[in-house]
């Protein structure tokens, strides 16, 4: 084929699969080349690894389908680095740095809300192991942590040679036990205890893992006392961790410990608009404040909107304006929480049986979570209090109003409660993760 008609066929495949899936398009597809077409194989030129990595994670089967759809052949897809483009640096040596290509610090907007956190990892990120050690992020699901921490790998690779690992605490925790099983622990340690960077997400994963804590604690200590920079996010701040041991709490606590809070509508409005942008999409201040005004509590929630919105905008090849924005967010059904998916999760948390929770039984392993269940129920389903009583085994709703004073009064009181319940919540909210 003529390099002209192969640029044509790519282009249009380009379009058809931000077609197939709006999610994941990105405004710059349009630097993609084609860098190979020939025997069935597409093979896609990017600028580097990052993106490399993110279309094989996520593009892969909307490029295939594209690919098949419009050459009408069974072409396979793969990506591939162009001729000039940007290897990664050297890394850990457990292969590279997988990092998202969207979190930059370009791309994160900055408000009273992450004002502190933004500033300490551009600050870390300039001067890796010598002003912030360790960096802590703390803040609910959704509100930028993992963009922040990858926002710090991507800037520090661009002035600096650095070994960096970035990963989750859980796959942290993982990697240590398989050494254990295959008898490498020192493999492991050499690994973890040689990086001039050790970016750890989601900490609160330690909870509970005594001996992974123990050895947390010694790959911290190695890496802190040669000056190696450590940085950590968790959902809540090191001492509510549950269960986590008080030395790591309080090494924790030695660096710069920054909360993120939920953002304001302004700074909603400002992540609406960048979104957009980041996927080649126009939005006018009214729709970006419409948005802003639906989805309030976290990011995610909001980038779900503006995909619903542009889906709705594709498929009948209108205008977004805020007319069409109403029509596609409001008739979003939401999912329905039955007090059974309540009862599920905390029968499953408390090991106790339903038929305990609705007995006459009044000691405290089966009072607790009889009235964990009436509070959850009270909060996220639209039942009465008699109703959700009436499921417990018939009680009236004095007893369950009192459930929830009561459980309202230990989450103010109790701190290690608060992250326990938000933690049962979100098993029942997403109960696929
Ligand atoms: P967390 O790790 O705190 O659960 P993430 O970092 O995964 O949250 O963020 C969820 C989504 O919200 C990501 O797509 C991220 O890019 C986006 N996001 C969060 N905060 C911001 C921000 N201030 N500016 C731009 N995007 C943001
Ligand atoms: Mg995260």
């Known amino acids: 084929m003529a390099t002209a008609e192969i640029e044509d066929i790519f282009s249009q495949i380009i379009e058809r699969s931000k077609v197939i899936d709006p999610v994941n398009t990105r405004k710059w597809f349009d630097d993609l080349t084609a860098a190979h077409f020939d025997g069935g194989l597409l093979k896609i030129g990017c600028p580097d690894n990052a993106t490399v990595e993110f279309l094989r994670d996520n593009c892969k089967a909307a490029f295939t389908r594209a690919a098949q759809q419009i050459t009408g052949h069974l072409v396979?897809?793969?990506?591939?680095?162009?001729?000039?483009?940007?290897?990664?640096?050297r890394q850990g040596q457990d292969g590279e740095l997988k990092l998202h290509p969207d979190y930059t610090f370009t791309n994160f907007v900055v408000g009273p809300?992450?004002?502190?956190?933004?500033?300490?990892?551009?600050?870390?990120?300039?001067?890796?192991?010598?002003?912030?050690?360790?960096?802590?992020?703390?803040?609910?699901?959704?509100?930028?942590?993992?963009?922040?921490?990858?926002?710090?790998?991507?800037?520090?690779?661009?002035?600096?040679?650095?070994?960096?690992?970035?990963?989750?605490?859980?796959?942290?925790?993982?990697?240590?036990?398989?050494?254990?099983?295959?008898?490498?622990?020192s493999g492991f340690q050499r690994q973890f205890r040689s990086v001039d960077m050790l970016v750890i997400d989601d900490v609160q994963f330690l909870r509970e893992r005594e001996q992974s804590q123990e050895e947390f604690f010694h790959t911290f200590n190695t890496l802190y006392q040669s000056g190696r920079q450590i940085i950590l996010s968790a959902d809540c701040a090191p001492v509510e961790i549950p269960s986590l041991e008080e030395r790591?709490?309080?090494?924790?606590?030695?660096?710069?410990?920054?909360?993120?809070d939920t953002p304001s509508h302004d700074t909603r409005v400002a992540i609406v608009q960048k979104k957009a942008h980041l996927r080649g999409i126009e939005i006018s201040e009214q729709v970006a404040d419409y948005i802003a005004k639906k989805a309030q509590s976290n990011i995610r929630q909001l980038e779900g909107a503006i995909t619903t919105i542009y889906a709705l905008s594709a498929t009948i090849g209108k205008p977004i304006t805020v007319e069409l924005a109403k029509a596609a967010l409001e008739d979003e059904p939401e999912r329905h929480i039955s007090i059974t998916d309540i009862?599920?999760?905390?029968?499953?948390?408390?090991?106790?049986?339903?038929?305990?929770?609705?007995?006459?039984?009044?000691?405290?392993?089966?009072?607790?979570?009889?009235?964990?269940?009436?509070?959850?129920?009270?909060?996220?389903?639209?039942?009465?209090?008699?109703?959700?009583?009436?499921?417990?085994?018939?009680?009236?709703h004095?007893?369950?109003?009192?459930?929830?004073?009561?459980?309202?009064?230990?989450?103010?009181t109790d701190h290690k409660f608060k992250p326990l319940l938000s933690n049962l919540e979100k098993q029942i909210t997403n109960p696929t993760k």
């Not at 396979?76 to 640096?89: A, E, H, I, R, Y």
């Not at 990697?175 to 254990?180: G, N, Y």
Request: aromatic share 6%.
């Open 248 to 260: 790591l709490i309080s090494r924790f606590t030695w660096g710069l410990v920054a909360r993120i």
């Open 398 to 412: 004095t007893t369950v109003m009192h459930a929830c004073d009561k459980i309202e009064d230990m989450k103010k």
């Open 343 to 396: 009862i599920e999760v905390v029968t499953d948390y408390y090991g106790v049986r339903l038929s305990d929770l609705q007995s006459k039984k009044r000691s405290q392993s089966i009072t607790l979570p009889r009235q964990v269940c009436m509070y959850l129920a009270r909060n996220l389903t639209k039942h009465s209090l008699e109703e959700i009583g009436g499921h417990l085994g018939g009680r009236d």
């Open 76 to 89: 396979s897809v793969d990506f591939c680095l162009q001729s000039g483009g940007s290897p990664s640096n």
């Open 113 to 185: 809300c992450n004002r502190l956190a933004h500033a300490s990892c551009v600050a870390v990120s300039r001067s890796p192991g010598n002003t912030y050690n360790p960096l802590f992020l703390y803040g609910s699901s959704g509100l930028g942590k993992t963009h922040l921490l990858h926002a710090v790998c991507h800037e520090t690779k661009q002035h600096a040679k650095m070994t960096i690992q970035l990963l989750s605490c859980e796959e942290f925790v993982n990697r240590f036990i398989s050494a254990i099983e295959q008898g490498n622990v």
